[in-house]
């Protein structure tokens, strides 16, 4: 699987982006989908997951009320609607294929490149 990330940007405190991570190679409808963030120095941590069909969804509590993670198998494309953006969401964003609805990175196979987010103050 192939994974292609996309939506990252700047945005002032309080913006809404709406990232975008799409596959090719294979179905995705087949994979729990992931996302994560890391910022320089840091560990990468679980965002926010969904299960294979989308019935099952996750979040770090740091997000819970402000993120959306949502997807699209017959687009094969999955997203993360995040809103009421704050400077320490500054990371780059990845988004990740696996098999196991787990926040541990190690457990997700396949990985996009990552896009830029910036939150101004």
Do not use: H
Not at 20 to 45: D, H, I
Not at 61 to 67: E, Q
Request: one cysteine or more; aromatic letters at 10%; a positive charge.
């Amino acid at each position: 699987v192939q994974l292609q990330a996309s939506g990252g940007g700047l945005v002032q405190a309080g913006g809404s982006l709406r990232l975008s991570c799409a596959a090719s190679g294979r179905t995705l409808s087949n994979y729990v989908m992931g996302w994560f963030r890391q910022a320089p120095g840091k560990e990468r941590e679980s965002v926010a997951r969904i299960s294979s069909g989308g019935g099952v969804t996750s979040y770090a509590n740091s997000v819970k009320g402000r993120f959306t993670i949502s997807r699209d198998n017959a687009k094969n494309t999955v997203y993360l609607q995040m809103n009421t953006l704050k400077p320490e969401d500054t990371c780059i964003y990845y988004c990740a294929a696996g098999q196991t609805l787990t926040s541990s990175p190690g457990a997700y196979q396949y990985w996009g490149q990552g896009t830029q987010v910036t939150v101004s103050s």
